[in-house]
């Protein structure tokens, strides 16, 4: 099952996507999103359980002003 979604993408992504089609490592811009999508979120999965892990022994993960950053930034 799939979904159809808009994104903007930086123009670099785009050539960068645009190249590995024109390689033949993928035979469309959506099997190579699908893919390098799929493989960033393999990655999120480490980083949620270690996350999970410090809220359950309530151990800060970051620094303040990082984490104040971070928090000031996601607002945008």
Known sequence: MSE???ARL???VVKKID???SLGLFRSRNEALNFIISQGLKETEKWEEIMR???ELNLPLLNKNLDDFL???DRY
């Open 4 to 6: 159809v979604i808009s």
């Open 10 to 12: 930086k123009k670099d």
């Open 53 to 55: 892990k410090s809220k």
């Open 71 to 73: 928090t000031e930034r």
């Open 19 to 21: 190249e590995l089609v």
